[in-house]
Every structure is written in structure tokens, then in C-alpha cells.
Nanobody, 122 residues
Framework: VQLVESGGGLVQPGGSLRLSCAAS????????LGWARQVPGKGLEWVSC???????DYADAVKGRFTISRDNAKNTVYLQMNSLKPEDTAVYYC?????????????????WGQGTQVTVSS
């Protein structure tokens, strides 16, 4: 299993970014996936997840601002992030299986990508 994130960067408050996670090594369409984030010195927070039937869930902190989606033909999961805030600054990871959005992951169990840095600052 390999997960490779991309799309992070520096953006001003109120701006948008779209993260991508390219997957390989497993039958993508049969797996639920999620996005988690980590601020240095703090735990891993599950942000969003998407199930095989397309059902999605979000942490309260990002609900209404972030949208998760998947393209099974491209083996890719996306995280569209709008109205970004400085507190969204973190390293964002793609992972499977996903945890419950809003919960903290103690360890990186399962399969995780290497992460992509998102910095929201003026």
C-alpha cells in the first residue's frame, strides 16, 4: 500500500487549497480513506473520511469549509479546503483505514502517506 499526498503550500487566511492523495498497491474502490492533520507538538486529529459508498464525515472544526471526495478511476482522494484559517496550519496526511473525524489518533496505525504541509498565514 502506498499513499502519496500533494497540493500543500502557503495560503493567506480565507484562501483555498486542494490536497490530493494518490493511492496504489490495493483495490482502492473497496477501501474507506481519511485525512488527518498534525500540528507540531500536538496529536494527530482526524479531519474527514469517505467511505466506499461515497458517504462522508467531517470534524466540527472543518465542517462547511472542507470537502472530501474520491475518484475511483484515478485511485485518488481529494480534500478541498476553503475559507482557510491560521489554525488549519498543519501537516496533512492521507490514511486508511480512517478514524472518526474529530478524534485524536494515538499512532499511525494502518497505512499513511508522508504528509503535505499546509500553512495559512498573511
Amino acid at each position: 500500500v502506498q499513499l502519496v499526498e500533494s497540493g500543500g503550500g502557503l495560503v493567506q487566511p480565507g484562501g483555498s487549497l486542494r490536497l490530493s492523495c494518490a493511492a496504489s498497491g490495493f483495490t482502492f474502490s473497496t477501501y474507506a480513506l481519511g485525512w488527518a492533520r498534525q500540528v507540531p507538538g500536538k496529536g494527530l486529529e482526524w479531519v474527514s473520511c469517505i467511505y466506499t459508498d461515497g458517504t462522508t464525515d467531517y470534524a466540527d472544526a472543518v465542517k462547511g469549509r472542507f470537502t472530501i471526495s474520491r475518484d475511483n478511476a484515478k485511485n485518488t482522494v481529494y480534500l478541498q479546503m476553503n475559507s482557510l484559517k491560521p489554525e488549519d496550519t498543519a501537516v496533512y496526511y492521507c490514511a486508511t483505514p480512517p478514524g472518526r473525524p474529530g478524534a485524536t489518533a494515538r499512532t499511525k496505525s494502518g497505512s499513511w502517506g508522508q504528509g503535505t504541509q499546509v500553512t495559512v498565514s498573511s
